[in-house]
């Protein structure tokens, strides 16, 4: 018989006090309340445990430098705990041959019960050669690791969106994971890299209740990124009250009034940043004074400037923003006007000049 | 079509009564309280996207982008909710009321009106015709620059309220696909904003428009949306 969560997590060396912490803390951060932390215990002792396999594509790491930092010690040890068992090329001990054949093993053992979990997305041009790991390429990897998988997580905006690889002229043809995997539920859990709690709280959420949380229309949990950061942000007051730093130096930017009009993405951008925060609460970009860059939406390296509000938009081979493009027709179109309107006043008083002409000749 | 059922019906008041009655009340009522809501909106809108300088004092004490942002959601109602009740009037109200939603694009005739108006405004023409209603250039523009513009602008205005009104609010509902659809929260902002200036500089070339037909075509435009009545001179 498989071991439950709880069995693996005491034979890890996590008391049963740690054990309930977390449980409370988990429900919590969930938005769950304090009597969901029973059920969430009740599950972790008699639920057979769901592995966790972690894959990783194009990516830089920085989802699994944020997952490890996860605020909570707790919450690290215990998920990182459910985690390592199985398959993580960058967190396991196992290396090689010997770590390839995990992904076998689980994949025969848990035939769809297991979860994926994927960090950074597998580049499609040249038959995938530019992401080859253990000698063949990603893609193919990712494509058989999913075939038998319950679900799949899609860390940070690589996985989900693309991200800085998938960007123009995106010469790999980075591709996120939904457009490469089809007929299996992903969660996208975006950013560059995602909060650690949010990651962790969605691993948690998954393994405990047995299902994915709720998403929103584009595969999102609505837990964490129901709201945009906007909508949390500190600094909102000083928004509404049309208060703003101009210049990076500036008296507002000193007084922590609104950094909207240095380009901050905030009011476009799904996630929990100004909620939750970073680095266990210390802080987050707005609080230390730099605009949010957006990293959590789709394409946001393709979206213009990060210190620009109206910015670019790409197409037809053109670049301009709106007002560019505004202010041009309408200086265009206002000065045909003026023109239009000069010369029918020239048609029309020579028109006059004419029919007065006509009748002083029939006189 | 259109301008035979016109011609017919200035032949039958035409020459003795010398004016029509076009625009119903509706339809005047709505065309002024949307041009103020347009203005509002682009003015507001103008502000959202580019604030105006920073404002003295503790922020408990000002609420500027606050209320520019009250003014563009409430004007933006109202000129939704106007357009629905516009299409409703296309429905039941003359057939003058249903010009700037269809278009006669399969009947020649319009068509080549539609280009004798094109060459009326390059001076290429000497006399203009007279139309009871809106002239076939003009009904191709306004389809174009103010009916489909419109819906495209509530869409994107919606969903961008949506966003504020958070998940599972009925505009998150009705309109929240749009975002994802066009490529993002900050592309569709652009778009919206984008928008704005087309409509205003299609508001410039109607304002300019009807000012010049009611000088050159020697019939009443800008009095008619006042009192409904098209009066010929001639």
Redesign the interface.
């Known amino acids: 018989m498989t071991e439950t969560f709880y069995e693996v997590l005491r034979r890890q060396g996590i008391t049963r006090r740690s054990f309930m912490k977390f449980c409370s803390l988990t429900a919590t951060s969930l938005g769950l309340g304090s009597a969901a932390a029973p059920t969430i215990a009740h599950a972790l002792e008699t639920k057979p445990r769901t592995p966790v396999l972690w894959l990783h594509g194009l990516e830089c790491t920085c989802c699994s430098e944020s997952f490890i930092r996860s605020a909570h010690p707790l919450t690290k040890d215990v998920v990182l705990s459910m985690l390592s068992l199985d398959y993580d090329d960058t967190l396991m001990a196992a290396a090689g041959h010997q770590a390839e054949a995990i992904l076998d093993e689980v994949k025969k053992k848990y035939k769809g019960n297991y979860i994926v979990a994927v960090e950074g997305n597998p580049p499609l041009n040249e038959d995938g050669m530019f992401c080859i790991q253990g000698g063949r390429p990603f893609v193919e990897k990712l494509r058989e690791t999913c075939a038998d998988a319950k679900a799949i997580i899609s860390w940070g905006a690589c996985a989900s969106y693309g991200c800085v690889q998938a960007a123009k002229p995106n010469p790999t043809r980075a591709t996120p994971v939904q457009k490469v995997i089809t007929g299996k539920p992903i969660i996208n859990v975006p950013g560059c890299p995602p909060i650690a709690e949010v990651m962790t709280g969605v691993v948690t959420y998954m393994l405990t209740f047995d299902r994915i949380p709720e998403l929103d229309r584009q595969g999102r949990p609505k837990m964490f990124y129901g709201q945009r950061i906007h909508d949390k942000c500190y600094r909102r007051g000083h928004f509404d009250a049309g208060q703003f730093a101009e210049a990076w130096d500036d008296e507002g930017s000193r007084k922590g009034y609104c950094l909207y009009k240095m380009g901050c993405k905030g009011p476009t951008t799904y996630n929990a940043c100004s909620s939750m925060r970073w680095n266990g609460g210390v802080s987050w970009p707005v609080q230390s004074g730099h605009g949010c860059i957006g990293c959590s939406e789709e394409g946001f390296w393709d979206k213009g400037s990060f210190y620009d509000r109206v910015t670019d938009i790409k197409a037809f081979g053109v670049e301009a923003n709106a007002d560019t493009v505004g202010k041009a027709a309408a200086g265009t179109v206002g000065a045909a006007i003026a023109a239009h309107a000069a010369v029918t006043a020239l048609a029309r008083a020579r028109q006059k000049a004419g029919e007065t002409d006509e009748q002083k000749g029939e006189k | 079509m259109l301008s035979q059922q016109d011609m017919l019906e200035a032949e039958r008041h035409g020459k003795q009564v010398r004016s029509i009655y076009v625009y119903e009340a509706p339809v005047r009522l709505w065309h002024w309280i949307n041009a103020l809501a347009m203005v509002t909106l682009a003015v507001t809108g103008y502000f959202i ?7 003295p004092g503790e ?8 209320y ?2 009250f003014a563009h959601f409430a004007a933006a109602y109202i000129f939704a909710i106007g357009l629905l009740g516009r299409i409703y009037w296309a429905f039941v109200g003359n057939h003058h009321a249903k010009q700037i939603f269809k278009l006669p694009i399969t009947n020649a005739q319009w068509w080549s009106e539609v280009f004798f108006e094109l060459r009326w ?1 390059l ?1 290429l023409e ?1 006399t203009p015709k007279k139309y009871v209603g809106h002239n076939p250039m003009a009904q191709l523009m306004m389809f174009f620059f103010f009916t489909v513009l419109a819906v495209g602008m509530v869409f994107t205005g919606f969903a961008l309220y949506s ?2 009104a ?2 599972g609010s009925w505009q998150d509902s009705l309109f ?2 749009v ?2 659809a066009l ?5 569709v ?3 919206h ?2 928008g ?3 409509m ?2 299609f508001a ?2 109607h304002v ?1 428009a009807a000012i ?1 037909e009611d000088i ?1 075509s020697r019939q009443s435009l800008i009095s008619t949306m006042i009192s409904g009545w098209r009066m010929f001179k001639d």
Do not use: C
């Open positions: 996207g580019k604030p105006l300088p920073t404002m922020a408990s004490d000002n609420f500027l982008l606050g520019i942002r405004y001076f000497k966003e504020g958070g998940l929240g696909w975002i994802p490529g993002g929260s900050m592309q902002h652009n778009l904003r984008l704005m200036w087309i205003m500089t410039l070339v300019y010049r050159m």
